[in-house]
């Protein structure tokens, strides 16, 4: 398919136990984003890749975060000793990158629950 | 820093009333501001954009840089429009930030 896609779509783990979210961006875009969504809490932005640049990590929210993207493609989120407030739903977005072209494609999601 | 801000959680209409989500920004240069929109079990889209300047599904957005508002507006709400709506800017070649959604619920 041409659109972003998020794997796993669902992902229930033991707290303390670390997990990998995995997202193929749509082919040719240069800037890849990841996001949570919680209720109540919106849409937190969590880490964003631009081409070759350095990542903004700014929006990660503990150093059990982090996130990297191989070959300016595929990106994976891993979150270690994951804790019951990391349950939330996790999108990831591409687009063309910045200027006037930069309409964000997201993915279905990933929902993840710790337990 | 950049900051985006819905201060509404849900806004609640009845259908035909006009509907006004609002959202102010903080930013000091120029930015590019948009409407997304996920309706229920779909995923989160571009609704809008300011510098289309373009009226999509009824829904028009005006920014207004003297209030740093860019307030998304119809004036004759459907049921098919309730949804989560979120504001989000983005300054040429960096992040996409979001403010914190409203749901809007248009009521038969």
């Known amino acids: 398919g041409a659109g972003v896609s998020q794997s796993p779509s669902n992902k229930v783990t033991e707290k303390g136990k670390d997990v990998e979210l995995r997202c193929d961006p749509i082919?040719?875009?240069?800037?890849l984003y990841w996001y949570r969504q919680s209720l109540g809490q919106g849409l937190e932005f969590l880490i964003y890749?631009?081409?070759?640049?350095?990542?903004?990590k700014s929006g990660l929210p503990s150093d059990r975060f982090s996130a990297e993207r191989t070959g300016g493609s595929v990106s994976t989120l891993t979150i270690q000793r994951t804790q019951q407030e990391d349950s939330a739903v996790y999108l990831c977005?591409?687009?063309?990158?910045?200027?006037?072209?930069?309409?964000?494609?997201f993915g279905q999601g990933t929902r993840l629950t710790v337990v | 820093a950049q900051r985006v801000t819905q201060p509404e959680k849900l806004l609640s209409v009845f259908k035909g009333a006009p509907v006004e989500l609002k959202c102010n920004y903080s930013y000091s240069g120029s930015p590019e501001l948009f409407w997304y929109v996920q309706y229920s079990r779909q995923r989160l889209q571009l609704l809008l954009r300011?510098?289309s300047r373009e009226s999509i599904k009824g829904f028009t957005a005006d920014l207004n840089k003297g209030e740093t508002s860019f307030h998304l507006k119809k004036p004759f709400a459907q049921e098919e429009d309730s949804a989560m709506y979120y504001c989000a800017l983005q300054e040429y070649g960096n992040k996409l930030v979001f403010g914190a959604g409203t749901i809007l619920r248009v009521k038969s």
């Open positions: 977005a591409s687009s063309l990158g910045g200027g006037l072209r930069t309409e964000a494609f």
């Open positions: 300011h510098i």
């Open positions: 082919s040719g875009h240069t800037a």
């Open positions: 890749f631009q081409g070759n640049s350095a990542p903004d």
